[in-house]
């Protein structure tokens, strides 16, 4: 007997029929022999409606109110799940993140989940029931509800297999794994049968949406074996695990890419102790988060123009937290862009291995594509390009680093 946390995504759950298949799917762990805990998403589309909703009915959403609409997609799903489950005779019961509760931080729409009390769902297995967990809620100080932040729910199963101490993490998606780049966008990517933690955390953080970066950091911590799989067909998918278990390792294994990035660049602020921390401190009061950062080198010794990147959803507050501070800064002006991509390669491989840089530069020079900002850690490089380019690149350094399939 296994104990096991099936995660489904909105595609997964997106009408009756998937549901249905879903609760049979479910049906055939439970006749295993297996305890089951079942995370589900949302109807796919449905969150995008309600966060479109909180937006025409105010002009800045109060987060908090923001999560109260925003979580309901997954009750939805939570209970019609336990629904169907109950049909084909597999007792079940829902559970809503503030029943278990999933005790999160205050930081509404993407807030952190602080803890969550396995003994609840132990005693539901002892019972033999599956619970049904609505993914992306959380309970915040205050008795007040909270989300996890978009794509939340695969960190909600994290989560739960961590608490639960499960033996698997299956997070059922409507692709067969984790692939080298999104096979949307380039038919030619190759799915992976292993991926290390460390490289599904920079895949995830730098664009590859298929799983939420905090459930990785939540897996790779507590030591949870992820698989990722399709819910459409049933074939083994893609286990997330440490560089031990892999025998065979690229330099590079993944590309990514990420179009929430936005651009700014400030002409000629003062070249003296203490700017950096003037432009870059209020901006972390206000909860940007600040991404790549270059600096050029003064060329009068007074003067110089740094350059940084935001999420595209906070180039708004970015511009005018900047803008504030023009007094003080006394810079001559500010520039932004939002038509920018960052693309990343990304690949264990790297510390062992020179050149990886120079051939990536190389193969977007061949392309014609500029690059305006580079940055890198042990593993990645990423470089910010003009969106236009976003499918030229991510295809070319597919081929260039020989990830392409047969
Ligand atoms: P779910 O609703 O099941 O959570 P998501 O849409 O959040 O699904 O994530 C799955 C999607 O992630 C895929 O449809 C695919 O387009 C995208 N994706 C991006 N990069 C990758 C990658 N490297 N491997 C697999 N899928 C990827
Ligand atoms: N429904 C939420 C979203 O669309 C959470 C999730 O799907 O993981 O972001
Ligand atoms: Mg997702």
């Not at 002009?59 to 009750?75: I, L």
């Not at 278990?245 to 990514?256: H, P, R, T």
């Not at 003080?328 to 990343?344: E, F, G, P, T």
């Not at 594509?369 to 593993?379: C, F, G, P, W």
Request: glycine residues 8%.
């Amino acid at each position: 007997m296994a104990r096991l946390v099936m995660k489904f995504g909105g595609t997964s759950v997106a009408d009756m029929d998937r549901i249905a298949h879903v609760a049979a799917r479910v049906k055939r762990e439970v006749d295993a022999g297996h305890q089951v805990a079942v995370v589900v998403s949302a109807m796919a589309g449905t969150t995008n409606q309600l966060v479109a909703w909180t937006n025409q009915a105010a002009k800045m959403p109060d987060r908090r109110e923001y999560d109260v609409v925003v979580a309901t997609g997954e009750q939805v799903t939570s209970g019609l799940l336990a629904l169907a489950l109950q049909d084909i005779g597999v007792p079940a019961r829902s559970w809503m993140g503030w029943q278990l509760p999933i005790t999160s931080s205050d930081a509404h729409g993407s807030a952190r989940i602080l803890d969550i009390d396995g003994k609840v769902l132990e005693a539901g297995f002892a019972r033999g029931e599956v619970a049904v967990i609505a993914g992306f809620q959380g309970l915040a100080p205050g008795g007040r509800v909270s989300t996890l932040g978009r794509g939340g729910s695969d960190t909600s199963a994290v989560a739960v297999a961590a608490a639960i101490k499960a033996d698997r993490c299956d997070i059922f998606t409507d692709v067969d794994g984790v692939y080298t780049t999104d096979p949307r966008i380039v038919e030619k990517a190759r799915k992976l049968d292993r991926i290390t933690y460390e490289e599904m955390l920079e895949m995830a953080s730098q664009g590859a949406r298929v799983l939420q970066t905090r459930s990785v950091e939540l897996a790779m911590v507590h030591n949870v074996r992820v698989q990722v799989l399709s819910s459409f067909e049933d074939k083994p998918g893609t286990l997330v695990c440490d560089e031990g278990e892999i025998v065979e390792q690229e330099v590079v294994s993944g590309i990514a890419y990420s179009k929430d990035e936005a651009k700014l660049t400030l002409l000629r602020v003062a070249d003296q102790p203490g700017v950096a921390a003037s432009i870059f401190g209020p901006l972390a009061d206000a909860n940007v988060n600040v991404d790549m950062i270059v600096q050029n080198v003064s060329e009068d010794g007074t003067s110089t123009d740094i350059t940084f990147t935001v999420g595209r959803a906070d180039l708004d507050r970015t511009v005018q937290v900047i803008g504030a501070l023009q007094t003080k800064l006394n810079y001559r002006q500010l520039l932004h862009d939002a038509n920018v991509v960052k693309v990343s390669v990304i690949g264990v491989g790297m510390r062992s291995h020179a050149g990886v840089a120079t051939r990536m530069f190389t193969a977007l020079a061949e392309k014609g594509i500029n690059i305006q900002v580079i940055s890198t850690s042990e593993i990645k490089i990423s470089v910010l390009i003009a969106a236009d380019y976003t499918e030229l690149a991510v295809r070319a350094l597919h081929t260039a680093f020989g990830l392409d399939s047969e």
